[in-house]
């Protein structure tokens, strides 16, 4: 992925380069100049689940050794709560003052942990998020690891600074977390936007329409980069029903190329193939189009 729109330091290894998507062409259409901001700062705010010192540490402001996150660390922030262990996911819950935001990020893969989640693709069925929905059964286990406790912590945030906007955030691995995430609190009363960056298949296709009509006007971000094999998986093998939610944000411009507004694309419909899932199969692995 280009800098500027997201640095995906962690990678996700893919179980398969295949996408069944749509027969269905949705029209495109570029994105305004204003929403490929945003895009980038929340791509910055993925990036920074991946360095130590914000998950070791509470009440310092967000920082990277990378230096590849300027937005973010122009502002002022704090973070008020990490999560890491064994058998969980990685991120942080932080404060950005100067635009009134609280960020809940899930980071990548990173750990033999995290990798074996990935590869954890039955579907599980969690009708106590809505009825007929599966879910990845990997992502649903490290959300529900942490649930209990981001929950709470969130309450106290969106309670302690009522003004601010709930943004859930995450590349890979964390996006597919950060979806059935976000997806959850909605039902629980937060009112919040989803930012992913080349997140895989979350679950099934009753939860990728719940997603959909679950959210408010412009609330659900999914970008995906040109052929990044990632967003394609897990593959609808044995019957399994895998699907992503609408709408994608599909950046046509190659890696290393600046991003510009009218190179990201606005694509419509469940499992259309108008963006990444009707790309070209990408073979290779680690993957330029879903890394830095």
Request: charged residues 15%.
């Amino acid at each position: 992925m280009v800098r500027s729109i997201t640095c995906m330091l962690a990678v996700l290894s893919p179980l398969s380069i295949t996408a069944i998507a749509s027969p269905i062409q949705l029209a495109r259409r570029a994105i305004p100049t204003e929403l490929l901001e945003r895009f980038t700062l929340f791509s910055q705010f993925a990036s920074l689940s991946a360095c130590d010192q914000n998950i070791n540490h509470t009440g310092q402001s967000l920082t990277c050794d990378y230096g590849t996150c300027e937005l973010v660390a122009a502002d002022n922030t704090t973070v008020v709560s990490t999560f890491h262990s064994d058998n969980g996911p990685t991120g942080y819950i932080a404060l950005d003052h100067t635009r009134q935001l609280i960020l809940l990020t899930f980071r990548g893969t990173v750990s033999e942990s995290d990798g074996n989640t990935d590869l954890d693709i039955v579907l599980t069925p969690i009708d106590q998020v809505c009825t007929g929905c599966k879910a990845h059964h990997g992502f649903w286990v490290y959300w529900t690891a942490v649930a209990n406790q981001v929950t709470s912590q969130l309450r106290d945030a969106t309670s302690s600074y009522p003004g601010y906007r709930l943004s859930v955030v995450g590349h890979s691995l964390g996006g597919g977390i950060a979806t059935l995430a976000g997806t959850t609190l909605r039902t629980q009363g937060f009112s919040l936007d989803i930012w992913t960056f080349g997140g895989p298949k979350p679950g099934n296709m009753k939860l990728a329409e719940f997603i959909t009509d679950q959210q408010i006007s412009n609330s659900i971000y999914r970008a995906t980069h040109t052929t990044d094999p990632v967003p394609k998986v897990p593959l609808n093998l044995l019957f399994l029903d895998w699907s992503q939610p609408s709408p994608e944000y599909w950046i046509t411009q190659e890696t290393g190329v600046q991003a510009t507004a009218d190179g990201v694309q606005y694509v419509e419909g469940i499992n259309s193939n108008a963006g990444n899932a009707g790309s070209d199969h990408d073979l290779r692995w680690p993957n330029p189009e879903h890394g830095c």
